[in-house]
């Protein structure tokens, strides 16, 4: 199981918005005789593949998949058929698949038909490979990682805007695996207005795996103009604004590429839940929030924050810089956001700081 879920991990960064899955095929000798993963939506999944690979082998051994095999037509065919084609005899799942229309229906078939099955071994690990389809499934929202680099002090930019680069180059590589990670770039029209970015995958060697994240810009006056980097085509964008916005700016974005959808306002912005619940009927697993301190400071202050990946530069830029986060005044410290430490490790001259709520 463990390999199979290395093997999953090589869709990681072109499955979406299908799962990473993985599967070795095991002989009944005890020998692995095929092994496949899932690399995109609408290609044959992991099972398809090891079969393949195990050709006669599959009658009588056993298949360990990192997620239950599925038992619809979707994209392909289930899967459930084409084990149950081969003769395999028991199957061993990482995890149900929390999809509705698989959840329990897959191995429930195979046992049916007299194969042995067995499910959780690894489940810990295939819930967090797959962290986003699972929140997407199972709350109805994606997974929200909130990307920060701040100063050892806590500051973003010094107070005149002036931000590039404190952190290092090793940092900045290490957000490309991110941001092909996410199904969706989430950021504020205020970052779009002062950086001008593109918020694509720069890393050739991501970005050949055909990843091409959402971009997703949050501006309820739409401020954002239509000669913006992150309307030039390179990767799909999408604007939530307020029902009230100008129907003239509308149609302008519109005709720049830009889909442009509307939610209700709530302060101090837009509905944050009624986006992240879009995203996911738009099929977005993961999105990564690249925003200022105000929208930051909302996405925390919300509870919809799932993960802080905070990158640390060892460098002071003093109480007059911008702040990392915008936050209601709190009087309690019983009422602070507390999160907890899942990683902390060196990037070249930085920290990289990985922590969830706790």
């Not at 000798?29 to 496949?36: C, L, N, Q, S, T």
């Not at 009230?244 to 830009?258: H, M, T, Y």
């Not at 810089?321 to 907890?340: G, I």
Request: proline residues 5%; aromatic residues 4%; charged residues 20%.
């Amino acid at each position: 199981m463990a390999r199979a879920l290395r093997l999953a991990r090589l869709g990681l960064y072109s499955s979406a918005p299908n799962p990473a899955v993985g599967c070795v095929i095991v002989a009944a000798d005890g020998r692995v005789a095929g092994e496949g993963h899932h690399a995109k939506a609408g290609e044959p999944h992991a099972e398809v593949f090891a079969l393949e690979a195990a050709g006669a082998a599959s009658r009588g051994a056993t298949a360990y998949v990192s997620l239950e095999p599925c038992v619809h037509f979707g994209r392909t065919p289930p899967c459930a058929d084409a084990l149950l084609a081969s003769g395999i005899a028991r199957v061993v799942a990482a995890m149900h698949d929390p999809n509705p229309r698989v959840n329990g229906g897959g191995l429930q078939k195979l046992a049916r038909a007299g194969v042995a099955t067995a499910v959780g071994l690894l489940e810990g690990e295939a819930r967090e490979l797959n962290r986003g389809f699972v929140s997407r499934m199972e709350r109805g929202r994606p997974w929200v990682t909130l990307k920060l680099a701040s100063s050892l002090d806590g500051r973003t930019a010094l107070a005149n805007g002036a931000s590039q680069w404190f952190t290092g180059e090793a940092a900045r590589a290490d957000v490309q695996r991110l941001r092909a990670r996410a199904s969706a770039i989430l950021a504020g029209s205020g970052t779009v207005l002062e950086d001008d970015p593109s918020f694509t995958v720069r890393d050739a060697s991501l970005s050949l795996q055909g990843r091409r994240p959402l971009r997703v810009i949050l501006d309820s006056s739409l401020r954002v103009p239509a000669g913006a980097k992150i309307l030039d085509g390179n990767a799909p964008t999408m604007m939530f604004t307020a029902p009230e916005a100008s129907s003239a700016r509308v149609d302008a974005l519109r005709s720049a590429g830009a889909e442009v959808l509307t939610v209700a306002a709530s302060p101090p912005g837009l509905d944050l839940d009624a986006v992240l619940q879009r995203l996911a009927a738009a099929e977005c697993n993961e999105v990564l929030v690249e925003a200022g301190a105000t929208l930051a400071g909302a996405f925390v202050a919300s509870g919809l924050v799932d993960e802080i990946v905070c990158y640390v530069a060892g460098t002071l830029l003093g109480d007059a810089a911008r702040a990392m986060l915008k936050l209601p005044l709190l009087e309690r410290m019983s009422d602070r956001h507390e999160y907890r430490w899942v990683d902390v490790r060196k990037v070249g001259a930085d920290l990289r700081l990985t922590l969830r709520p706790a």
